[in-house]
């Protein structure tokens, strides 16, 4: 048994090697050795490993792998100096991945995603592993596309705005422009970058682990407001106690009940009409943020787009 | 030339002292020899609760504006103006009690004697401050306590017969919820109704010196109080004579009397949303009026060159007026209670946070 094992494993690692091979991308071997080459604090166990063995290790500072060879030697060239001057300017990593990698669900590209960036050395100097991940796989029956964030890029790369830039890349990457494609993307994430984190994301940190958390925030106008009521109704009610004379408007307390005596007393009923209306089951437009982070096998948060096929 | 008039002081059948009548004992009492007396003890005496002086004399329209009073006791005139009725003489004390200002058209139907003294007036003043938190530090020392009197207040009372149709529009309103859709149901009615009822006793205050709405705040007088109008009863304190005649006092009551038996009327039947008056028939008839003297402390107070004027009913003790407000003490609360509402608003705030909502 142990032998047919050893050479499916063989033949896996002969076939990958021929296939990256092809490709311009350097890969090298996991070995338990180095820790596998994962050179993160993430803990390997026997859950985790096949993801760890199954991702290829390569060299961190390339910045883009591009195994479905959809970019030229050239455009390579100069995409990889636009995401250094990204890089040095923001301090959040920037990973561009294409590969043909058969899927039956979305989540199969987010898992590859996300253990490519676990289990490589990327995120700048480690603080929180903050990058931004675009994936591009070519699997011919269903093409794919999306952006993955880690750490603080989360914040500074909310739902919206990914969604908002796989718009703007989806024609350019449907058609195979990709040096537009990515160059639109590389543009569009330091702009963001420049405005800062959004409205939205500002009630967010990331934690250790990479995970969004909620922060609390003083709700200061509703606080206000209605400590500003509760302050004005008690002050009212101090100094209506100071005002004690009123003039008196009724004379109830002077009848006599038993002198109330009706010599007639009708009720009745003309007509009545009913309204209806339908009320609409949708509660509103929802903005569809997903401000939370999904976990990578590697136990660590992440977030992303919405995804693109075509 | 101003006319003379008689005036009529009480003294002790005992010592010949003022008698003064006395609220806790519901007497008259000798402050001078101790003696005690019943009014029937003193009605067989010369005083101010003798028959002969309580009899009216039927002398219509007797003009009084122009009438002098004379103390009894030494002869000095007494200082009174066109509303007093009973006063004390500024020179010697005495009781004077001026009779033709209490007889005839003055003459009072019936009384209600005082039953509370001076000094639960003034304690009544000191205890203002319970309960209210920006009355000044200082204000109920009873040395701000410029004058305080007992006054009998004359007063128009009246039953009244309410009688009339009110007709209104009214409407019920009900919603409810099937699935997802949501229902409302309007059903228009119209109420008619067509009665009366009777007021007894509605005061109104005769007299244009005190104000109405402090007169009214003291209101109820307990009517079982009300005995038999004598002079005697007001000896040792001061009276008022109406300047308010009955028709003008009785629109005041009719106002009141109208505006509850339109309430009773509209509120008879319950479960309509809303109710709007088409129809007001109601008027007011009166069945029987009386002229009475009810006892009232007036309390002048003097706080930082302010007067201010508390009222207490002189039968069950009601003390009112208005108190001028701490302005500091309110900034001060209000501050405070600004803080503490923010810190448990923030609290609230952050317990909903860890609570998963917001």
């Known amino acids: 048994m142990k032998t047919i094992k050893k050479i499916i494993c063989l033949f896996i690692v002969f076939f990958t090697g021929i296939t990256i091979s092809n490709a311009s991308t350097q890969t090298f071997d996991r070995q338990q050795l180095n820790n596998y080459g994962v050179n993160k604090k993430w803990n390997i166990n026997s859950n985790n490993l096949s993801n760890v063995l199954n991702t290829y290790k390569v060299d961190a500072s390339e910045k883009i792998y591009d195994y479905s060879d ?241 | ?150 006054i009998y207040i004359p007063f128009w009372l009246y039953d009244i017969k309410v009688e009339g149709n009110l007709d209104c529009d009214a409407q019920k309103i009900s919603t409810w919820t099937v699935g997802n859709t949501h229902y409302t149901k309007t059903s228009i009615y119209k109420l008619y109704r067509a009665g009366s009822m009777e007021f007894y006793g509605v005061p109104v205050d005769g007299s244009t010196r005190f104000a109405n709405d402090i007169m009214n705040t003291i209101e109820p007088f307990r009517y079982e109080d009300l005995t038999e109008y004598n002079h005697a009863y007001l000896s040792g304190f001061y009276a008022e004579k109406y300047d308010v005649n009955s028709d003008t006092a009785f629109e005041d009551a009719k106002k009141r009397s109208l505006e509850s038996a339109k309430e009773i009327m509209m509120n008879d039947s319950l479960g309509y949303t809303s109710k709007v008056v088409t129809q007001n028939t109601l008027s007011p008839s009166i069945t029987k009026t009386e002229y009475i003297l009810l006892p009232v402390w007036m309390v002048n107070v003097k706080y930082k060159n302010e007067m201010y004027l508390f009222a207490m009913n002189g039968q069950t003790g009601e003390f009112v007026g208005n108190i001028p407000l701490d302005k500091t003490k309110a900034v001060v609360y209000g501050i405070i209670t600004f803080v503490i509402s923010v810190l448990i608003c923030i609290l609230v705030s952050y317990l909903i946070f860890l609570g998963g909502g917001y």
């Open chain 2, 1 to 150: 030339m101003s006319k003379r008039e008689a005036v009529l002081d009480n003294k002790c059948p005992n010592c010949g002292a003022t008698l003064a009548f006395d609220p806790k004992i519901g007497k008259w009492s000798c402050k001078y020899c101790d003696g005690v007396f019943t009014l029937e003890e003193l009605q067989k005496h010369n005083n101010a609760s003798s028959v002969k002086n309580n009899a009216n004399e039927n002398k219509d329209d007797v003009d009084i504006s122009h009438v002098s009073y004379h103390c009894n006791n030494c002869g000095a005139e007494i200082i009174a103006d066109e509303q007093t009725a009973a006063t004390f003489c500024v020179y010697c004390g005495n009781t004077a009690i001026l009779k033709s200002k209490l007889s005839n058209k003055f003459a009072p139907n019936r009384i209600i004697p005082f039953k509370t003294e001076k000094k639960q007036a003034i304690e009544a003043f000191k205890k203002l401050a319970k309960g209210k938190p920006l009355v000044p530090k200082d204000f109920v020392s009873e040395k701000n306590i410029e004058k305080i009197r007992g």
């Open chain 1, 70 to 310: 959809i970019l030229t030697d050239e455009e390579e060239k100069e995409l990889y100096d636009k995401i250094n001057k990204f890089i040095s300017k923001t301090n959040i990593d920037m990973v561009l991945v294409s590969v043909d990698l058969p899927y039956y669900s979305d989540k199969t590209n987010e898992d590859f995603a996300a253990d490519f960036y676990d289990y490589n050395d990327f995120g700048i100097d480690f603080k929180n592993y903050s990058g931004v991940l675009l994936l591009r796989n070519t699997y011919e029956k269903d093409p794919y596309f999306n952006i993955y964030t880690f750490g603080d890029a989360q914040l500074y790369f909310s739902y919206n705005r990914l969604e908002r830039t796989l718009d703007y890349i989806y024609s350019d990457f449907h058609s195979g422009y990709y040096y537009d494609g990515i160059d639109t993307f590389i543009n569009r994430m330091t702009s963001y970058y420049n405005s800062g984190i959004p409205n939205e994301m500002k009630g967010y940190k990331v934690n250790e682990d990479g995970y969004l958390y909620k922060i609390y925030r003083v709700p200061f106008i509703p606080v206000i407001l209605i400590s500003g009521i509760i302050t004005l109704i008690s002050t009212l009610i101090m100094v209506h106690k100071n005002k004690m004379v009123f003039t008196a408007k009724k004379a109830t307390e002077y009848l006599d009940k038993s002198t109330i005596n009706y010599t007639n007393k009708q009720d009745n009923f003309i007509t009545s009409h009913t309204s209806s209306y339908v009320m609409s089951s949708s509660s509103g437009g929802s903005g569809g943020g997903s401000s939370h982070s999904s976990g990578g096998s590697s136990g660590v948060g992440h977030s992303s787009g919405g995804g693109r096929h075509g």
